[in-house]
Nanobody, 123 residues
Framework: QVQVVESGGGLVQAGESLRLSCATSGSILAIYVMGWYRQAPGKQRELVARIRNGGTTNYADSVKGRFTISRDNAKNTVYLQMNSLKPEDTAVYYC?????????????????WGQGTQVTVSS
């Protein structure tokens, strides 16, 4: 079994910062892409940022220059440093990981999602 657990959300004022963490655990053999998505009320879930195991990153245009994604491969953990937060960043943030794991006697590669963490930015 693979677990994906986010932490670090909360309520902040515009211009402040937050750091999200996402820890993965279980019978993990390799983690390829790790990413953060968000979903605001009434909107579709969207990609915020992602990072490949080699370190290559992608960001949504709306967060470029403000958010930084990083990962600690030794800890199977991904982070999202969010600076200069805006009210429009308010959403539930979800961690996603493309993981190769070992279960029931075989290797399996699948996408895993965390339960989400709420980020609220007041104006």
């Amino acid at each position: 079994q693979v677990q994906v657990v986010e932490s670090g959300g909360g309520l902040v004022q515009a211009g402040e910062s937050l750091r999200l963490s996402c820890a993965t655990s279980g019978s993990i053999l390799a983690i390829y892409v790790m990413g953060w998505y968000r979903q605001a009320p009434g909107k579709q879930r969207e990609l915020v940022a992602r990072i490949r195991n080699g370190g290559t990153t992608n960001y949504a245009d709306s967060v470029k220059g403000r958010f930084t994604i990083s990962r600690d491969n030794a800890k199977n953990t991904v982070y999202l440093q969010m600076n200069s937060l805006k009210p429009e960043d308010t959403a539930v943030y979800y961690c996603n990981a493309d993981i190769l794991s070992f279960a029931l006697g075989k290797n399996r590669r699948s996408d895993y999602w965390g339960q989400g963490t709420q980020v609220t930015v007041s104006s």
